[in-house]
């Protein structure tokens, strides 16, 4: 016994209202994990705050914030520091939602 189906107007559009959330959903999903975290720049009002550097080597060393600051520090070295070990660009608690260089430095900089 065969079951015919008909492509109505009906048909067509009962599909598309019980498919159309799982599309979004899909979609939304595949959106979120490709979207990249931005990267914190160093006029950034926090980075200004903390003086933040993307580059250690670019830290003025005439700052008072930068008055124990030794180039060798970076943010890859930091405790603070957050993610992968040797990532590019890695997570920190001093800037929520973004991420920093792991060759940056900032005056929170503690030996990990
Ligand atoms: S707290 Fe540490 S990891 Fe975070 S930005 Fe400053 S130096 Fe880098």
Same mark, same amino acid.
């Given at each position: 016994?065969?079951?015919?189906?008909?492509?109505?107007r009906r048909n067509v559009l009962k599909a598309t209202t019980l498919l159309m959330?799982?599309?979004f959903a899909i979609s939304? %999903? !595949? /959106?979120?994990q490709r979207e990249p975290k931005p990267t914190?720049?160093?006029?950034?009002?926090?980075?200004?705050?903390v003086l933040y550097y993307p580059n250690s080597n670019n830290v003025p060393t005439n700052h008072p914030l930068a008055a124990t600051h030794q180039p060798s520090q970076? %943010? !890859? /070295?930091?405790?603070?520091?957050?993610?992968k070990a040797g990532d590019y660009l890695?997570?920190?608690p001093?800037?929520?939602g973004r991420l920093i260089n792991a060759e940056g430095?900032?005056?929170?900089?503690?030996?990990?």
């Open positions: 016994m065969a079951i015919k189906t008909r492509l109505t959330p799982a599309a939304g %999903c !595949a /959106t979120m914190v720049r160093s006029d950034d009002p926090v980075a200004r705050a970076t %943010c !890859a /070295t930091c405790v603070h520091v957050r993610g890695r997570k920190c001093t800037f929520p430095w900032c005056s929170l900089w503690a030996k990990s």
